[in-house]
């Protein structure tokens, strides 16, 4: 056991349910929720040092300049101009398109506060890519990484977004109050 699982299972205590299919999934968006604190950066990290697989995540361009662009990129970053009047989805998009391998981690809360609803675009960059999502909850309530079978977005926004997030239900983030309840399937 090397020593990232060693501090990540046996000092921190967690836990890994699920498995991101890394032989036969090579791009997804993977949606992590609930995103509470700083905290779930690093938890990341080890579940990307746990799993030895990349995942990576997009900044603005302005990140990956001197002193520290080479450490985002490193760590499987890509950058994004997010000036206005940039189709965005379309932007991410075309870095799938480019990449062998991409698995793009996001939190759809868009803040570590409290929210009622997730943003949407996850889904419009998984169609527009033509990539599946994964779920991903990190639930510091039980110290349990769960993660789901990659789930393909059909062309019912509704449905697909309440299956989605229905895997949240009940997930406590690290700073409870703040958590994303998800929403039931009715």
Known sequence: MGLGKFVFYKVMGWKIV?????????????IVVPHTSWHDFYIGVFIRWTLNIQINFIAKKELFKWPFGWYFKWMGGESIDRTPGQNKVEAIAKIFEKKKEFRLSLSPEGTRKKVESLKTGYYYIAKAANVPIICCAFDWGTKTVRIAEPYYPTNDLEADILKLESFFIGVEGKEPHYSYEGKKII
Not at 18 to 30: C, R
Request: aromatic letters at 8%; zero cysteines; proline letters at 0%.
């Open 18 to 30: 699920g498995s991101f299919h890394q032989d036969t999934i090579k791009k997804s968006v993977i």
